[in-house]
């Protein structure tokens, strides 16, 4: 490395702990590809600087961090970001799976594991005491909710997000998208943990809906079991708010 390019990028990761130049200083970073000093970033102890270093080596596709990200992802630094940093860098979808991480980097051959989607579908109906219809790739649930109510939740596999990685979708009709109810349902999406209420053409006409995603690799019975019963008991309830009917 130029002597003087190693002074320039010691100032500007100096300047990373500053949060009035850090934006700035990141971007020079990338920019000059300055790999190794981002990578040396990734010991700091101010976690913000972790952070633009993360994101940096993320922006430059650098391989050479692979194995630190994945000691970081160990220790539970940042577990989110540096797991989006190695799915865009490595292309696989191992969520935050330090020991699949860890697998893969010792052996680039090993591929991702695909969802076993009969043996997720048939543990989670299990849990939720509900018999499930559909196959392949398209399975649904119908809950039975309080006040004698109930509630179809579909689920779909196969989808893919932007980057290429494998979806779970979970999904549930709620009624008519009539104009004078949007304020309302959307301000609904501030106040709910997970999922959201969005419009969707049904049969031809726009209808609201609840959704939510998963990562494929991410997915677990449980977990899936959990959403089904928020989507199935929020969609419920803005149909019959909606229609003061039980159709869906």
């Known amino acids: 490395m130029d002597p003087s390019n190693e002074n320039e990028f010691a100032d500007l990761v100096q300047q990373l702990y500053e949060p009035r130049l850090r934006r700035t200083a990141r971007q020079k970073l990338v920019a000059a590809k300055a790999v190794r000093p981002l990578l040396e970033c990734l010991d700091a102890t101010n976690e913000s600087v972790v952070w633009a270093a ?60 695909e969802v076993d989607t009969d043996d997720c579908i048939r543990r989670t109906a299990d849990l939720l005491g509900v018999e499930p219809t559909g196959s392949g790739k398209s399975f649904r649930f119908k809950l039975s909710l309080p006040g004698g109510r109930t509630q179809k939740v579909a689920i779909y596999f196969g989808h893919r997000d932007s980057q290429g990685a494998p979806l779970v979708i979970i999904y549930s009709e709620c009624g008519p998208a009539d104009a004078k109810y949007y304020e309302a ?30 990562l494929a690799d991410t997915v677990t019975p449980s977990a899936l079991a959990k959403k089904i019963e928020n989507i199935g008991g929020r969609a419920d309830s803005v149909e019959k708010l909606l229609t003061k009917e039980d159709k869906r």
């Open 54 to 113: 993360v994101e940096s080596l993320q922006d430059l596709r650098a391989v050479e961090a692979v194995g630190p990200l994945i000691d970081l992802l160990e220790r539970g630094v940042l577990v989110i970001d540096v797991s989006e940093a190695l799915t865009a860098i490595t292309g696989q979808t191992f969520g935050t799976d330090v020991h699949r991480w860890r697998k893969w980097h010792s052996d680039p051959t090993t591929k991702a594991a």
């Open 185 to 214: 349902i959307l301000r609904k999406n501030m106040t709910i943990p997970a999922g959201a209420f969005a419009i969707r053409d049904v049969d031809g006409r726009p209808n609201f809906v609840m959704v939510d995603t998963m």
